[in-house]
């Protein structure tokens, strides 16, 4: 697909190009030209109002359904909804049944969507089952393409299995993802440990239940040594701690969900089930300490962390309802509303050299990989704007700002209808 990108604002600060605009040829994938009106010369054209492109968007913390529950999503709509969503990216969970946990799990997703245009990049199980007994077969699922291993959404109870893995990784240079909350502190609690949830006589999960996880965790990184991601942060002691590690020289890296980033725990008052996440939502002193953490570089990343829910498993009672949000659609949106574009771009693909993928830059005689979208459009999320198969959306009734067009990736146009 040969294309002119016309009039495109980039977004890129390692381009000469950065904040002009200018058109962008793409030839076979490649960029060929980036320059003033360039002539079509019987080149496609893509002109949209108020266009703006940036290195393709990744996303760290992904759930789809397929295989085993498809009644969520498919793996054919959850990457297209990724692509009209502005990610050309995503770390895929092991969230499928069966759970991703060898390499025929790993080649299944591979082969699947191959042909996306959203690149799926799949996240094998630490252990066995996700139940944090055994290890699971990593090496295999390493030379199958698999980007990292952990646990969705489960810590590690047994500090030996996750030494073990810390270590055992390094031989070919493995990224151990090491989720945070001691499920012996957190017990029974749905929401945040607070005010709110006592009023709404709710089980809380205090605060320590994740902080007390990550100073285990982070002991046994000092130990090991090897790369560890902390996904989806939520207080502002688990900050300060993984600030303490990198300045001691820990290879860790973390990232903080889009929802926890906007959203207090406040938003419980009509116990609606679209608001019960994991890790929960907390109050406003944690969330500004978060958005603190991303301007100084403390967060590495954001994540939509996308978990479609079928709605028999959210339409419950508070307590039995599972965890999880739906975050493609209103990703972009959503953060505008508290962050800076640049802050929003960077923090949307600083996250891939961690995974082991380039960071493309628009440069010429690159590969085509960017994202397109319009940083301006001030729009309200409706059900008419989820294209996801559950609807599962935290963010159903709130005024966003910016949208994302679509992508271009793996020679592949894919633009919003």
């Known amino acids: 697909m040969n294309l002119i990108f016309k009039n495109a604002v ?21 960029i060929k030209k980036i320059s003033q009106n360039i002539a079509a010369d019987g080149f496609e054209t893509v002109e949209l109002d108020n266009l703006h492109i940036s290195k393709g968007w990744f996303d760290s913390s ?7 529950y498809e009644d969520r999503e498919t793996l054919a709509n959850g990457l297209d909804v990724a ?71 489960k810590s590690i109870t047994d500090a030996g299995i996750l030494k ?22 957190k017990g029974k609690g749905v929401v945040h440990e607070g005010i709110v949830g006592t009023r709404l006589g709710l089980k809380g999960i205090p605060t320590l239940a994740e902080e007390l996880q990550i100073v285990r965790n982070l002991y046994l990184l000092e130990y090991t040594g090897g790369k560890m991601h902390i996904p989806t942060i939520s207080t502002a002691k688990s900050v300060q701690l993984i600030k303490e590690a990198k300045a001691k020289g820990l ?8 929802h926890n ?34 301007f100084d570089g403390t967060i590495d990343m954001i994540t939509s962390d996308h978990n479609p829910i079928d709605i028999e498993n959210k339409k419950l009672e508070f307590d039995l309802a599972k965890d999880g949000t739906i975050g493609f659609e209103s990703a972009f949106g959503a953060l505008q509303t508290i962050l800076p574009l640049e802050v929003i771009v960077e923090k949307f693909t600083a996250g ?11 440069t010429e005689g690159a590969a085509a990989s960017f994202t397109l979208f319009n940083p301006a459009t001030q729009w309200t999320f409706s059900k008419a704007d ?22 271009y990736n793996q020679g592949k146009l894919i633009l919003n209808d």
């Open 261 to 294: 980033l906007i959203l207090t725990d406040e938003v419980l008052v009509d116990f609606d089930t679209r608001y019960k996440v994991m890790p929960p939502l907390r109050p406003d002193a944690e969330r500004k300490v978060l958005i603190e953490a991303v």
């Open 164 to 185: 073990i893995a810390l270590q055992y990784v390094q031989d070919f240079d493995g990224l151990v993802i090491a989720f945070a909350q001691d499920s012996n502190i």
């Open 62 to 68: 992904v759930s789809l359904g397929e295989p085993g």
């Open 10 to 30: 980039i977004i890129d600060k390692n381009s000469p190009f950065n904040k002009q605009a200018v058109d962008i040829q793409v030839e076979n994938g490649i």
């Open 386 to 407: 989820i294209k996801s198969k559950s609807k599962n959306s935290a963010f159903l009734g709130h005024a966003l700002k910016g949208k994302a067009y679509g992508i």
């Open 251 to 258: 290879n860790v890296t973390c990232s903080v969900a889009i």
């Open 352 to 362: 891939k050299p961690v995974f082991g993928f380039a960071n493309q830059d628009i």
């Open 83 to 153: 692509a009209k969503s502005g990610f050309t990216d995503i770390a895929l969970q092991p969230t499928g049944n069966p759970i991703a946990e060898r390499q025929a799990d790993i080649n299944f997703l591979l082969t699947k969507s191959a042909h996306a245009a959203t690149k799926l990049h799949p996240i094998g199980a630490l252990t066995k089952n996700s139940e944090g007994k055994d290890i699971a077969e990593l090496f295999d699922m390493k030379n199958a393409g698999a980007v990292a291993f952990g646990d969705y959404n």
